[in-house]
């Protein structure tokens, strides 16, 4: 997703440091992230939060977890948290990381985040952008490096030919999933949907008739 420059973007993000982290003092905070909560958490990151939906809707329905928004777009990252901040102030469980999830283990220690949630990432279809794919080898050795063992990798998406590049590529990473973790029609699946959230691409290729697929994978 790329979007048109707000002007309005960075003079909000520089008043709101509190709620928006940027990339500076993200690595400033690595091995510290609990302390920006005010509760003690296990900590769970969305790479390419867009316009947030998703995480403000995790971090809404479980409070019992810390989320952290990450998106390397300014205005993307200013829209979600202006949009969060609008609804619901700031909540306790819930911050944004203006940085760049190709490496996350500049900001995240190991074992300092649980979970990764990949929802509806650039396809990037030719062979030649492989490498740009968020579920491509070096991306998972950048997420390895920051969960601990056992750590999940949630991935969503509309592309059915990413959904099996991406099976392929977590068992050749050594990522471990079973049929239990993965479905090729989310919405038509009563189990699997119970407690999802939806993100404004999963509404809008619903509303097509278009099936979401979804994985959980663990290393």
Same mark, same amino acid.
């Given at each position: ?12 993000? #520089?008043?709101?440091?509190? $709620? ?22 296990p900590i769970h990151v969305e ?52 940085g760049n999830g190709s490496g ?13 949630? $990949?929802n509806f990432s650039d396809p ?27 750590? #999940?990798? #949630? ?65």
């Amino acid at each position: 997703m790329h979007l048109r420059s707000k002007p309005w973007a960075k003079p909000w993000l #520089e008043a709101h440091q509190d $709620l928006v982290i940027d990339q500076t003092r993200a690595q400033e905070k690595k091995g510290q992230w609990q302390a920006i909560f005010d509760q003690e958490q296990p900590i769970h990151v969305e790479i390419g939060s867009g316009k947030g939906q998703f995480i403000l809707g995790m971090a809404l329905a479980h409070p019992e977890i810390n989320y952290i928004g990450m998106e390397i777009q300014e205005t993307a990252v200013a829209i979600a948290a202006r949009k969060s901040f609008d609804q619901v102030g700031i909540l306790p469980n819930l911050r944004y990381l203006y940085g760049n999830g190709s490496g996350v283990e500049t900001y995240f220690e190991k074992g300092e985040i649980e979970k990764i949630y $990949l929802n509806f990432s650039d396809p990037w279809p030719k062979t030649r952008h492989e490498a740009r794919r968020l579920t491509y080898k070096s991306f998972l050795s950048s997420y390895k490096a920051v969960l601990p063992d056992g750590g #999940e990798v #949630e991935f969503k998406t509309d592309n059915r030919h990413l959904f099996e590049y991406s099976l392929v590529s977590f068992m050749d990473f050594g990522m471990r999933w079973t049929a239990e973790d993965y479905t090729m029609d989310l919405h038509a699946d009563a189990d699997k949907v119970q407690g999802n959230v939806k993100t404004e691409y999963e509404e809008k290729f619903l509303a097509k008739g278009q099936p979401i697929y979804k994985v959980k994978a663990h290393f």
